[in-house]
C-alpha cells in the first residue's frame, strides 16, 4: 500500500527565506507527482504536476523535483511571502486518476 | 467557468439523519472525485466516476455511504443514517481525463464541512 509523508509537519520562517518542503512515498510505481496547496476554509489548488519520466518543474517561485528511485521530491520556494502561507500536500497518482496524498506541511511565512 | 461547486458548505446534523451533498463538476470534464479530509486520516478517495460511471469505489467506508451522478453535470454524496465519526471536509473535484492520466490535473472545489452531531 502506498504511504506519503512530508516533513515537516509545520514550518515558520520569516519573509524572505528560501524552504524547502519535503515528501516521500513508499512505493515508485507511479504515474505522477502533484503539489497542492490548501488555504484555510477553501478547497485544494495544484501548484505543480511532474510526470514519472521527468525530474523536475518550475512554476514561478516554485520548483519541485522528483527522484522515483528513492521515492522523494521536495518543492522549493524562493524569496517566501505572507501570501505562501498555507497547507502544502504532495500527492503521487498510484492508478489511474487515483491519487494517495501525504500529510501536508503547514507554512507560515512571517512579514 | 465557475470551478468546482459543492453544496451546502456547511452541514449540521444529528446522529441517524439522511446527509445528502452536492457537486456540480467543471464543465467539460470526464473525471469526478469525492474526497473525505480528517485530521487523523489526511484527505482520503472515497470513489470517482468516469463518465457518469462509477470506476473505483474502494474508498467507500461503509454501505452507509453511496454515490451516484445521474449526469454529466451533477453528483451526490449521501450518508445514511450519519454517526459522528462522520464528521469531515468533503471534497469533489473533477479532471478533464486525458489518456494515460499521467498529466491531468484534479480541480477541487471549496469543500462540505459536516457535522455530526
Known amino acids: 500500500k502506498q504511504e506519503v509523508t512530508q516533513i515537516p509537519a509545520a514550518l515558520s520562517v520569516p519573509e524572505g527565506e528560501n524552504l524547502v518542503l519535503n515528501c516521500s512515498f513508499t512505493?515508485?510505481?507511479?504515474?505522477?507527482l502533484q503539489w497542492f496547496r490548501q488555504d484555510p476554509g477553501k478547497g485544494l489548488t495544484s501548484l505543480l504536476l511532474?510526470?514519472?519520466?521527468?525530474r523536475e518543474q518550475t512554476s514561478g517561485r516554485l520548483n519541485a523535483s522528483l527522484d522515483k528511485s528513492s521515492g522523494r521530491s521536495t518543492l522549493y520556494i524562493a524569496a517566501s511571502q505572507p501570501g505562501d502561507s498555507a497547507t502544502y500536500l504532495c500527492?503521487?497518482?498510484?492508478?489511474?486518476?487515483?491519487?494517495?496524498f501525504g500529510t501536508g506541511t503547514r507554512l507560515l511565512v512571517s512579514p | 467557468d465557475a470551478g468546482v461547486i459543492q453544496s451546502p458548505r456547511h452541514e449540521v446534523t444529528e446522529m441517524g439523519q439522511e446527509v445528502t451533498l452536492r457537486c456540480k463538476p467543471i464543465?467539460?470534464?470526464?473525471?469526478l472525485f469525492w474526497y473525505r479530509q480528517t485530521m487523523m486520516r489526511g484527505l482520503e478517495l472515497l470513489i470517482y466516476?468516469?463518465?457518469?460511471?462509477?470506476?473505483?469505489d474502494s474508498g467507500m467506508p461503509e454501505d452507509r455511504f453511496s454515490a451516484k451522478m445521474p449526469n454529466a453535470s451533477f453528483s451526490t454524496l449521501k450518508i445514511q443514517p450519519s454517526e459522528p465519526r462522520d464528521s469531515a471536509v468533503y471534497f469533489c473535484?473533477?479532471?478533464?481525463?486525458?489518456?494515460?492520466?499521467?498529466?491531468?490535473?484534479?480541480?477541487f472545489g471549496p469543500g462540505t464541512r459536516l457535522t455530526v452531531l
Open positions: 512505493d515508485s510505481a507511479i504515474y505522477n
Open positions: 500527492a503521487v497518482m498510484t492508478g489511474f486518476q487515483k491519487l494517495v
Open positions: 473535484a473533477s479532471s478533464i481525463g486525458t489518456s494515460g492520466g499521467a498529466t491531468d490535473t484534479q480541480y
Open positions: 464543465s467539460g470534464h470526464d473525471y
Open positions: 511532474i510526470q514519472s519520466s521527468q
Open positions: 466516476f468516469n463518465n457518469n460511471v462509477p470506476i473505483d
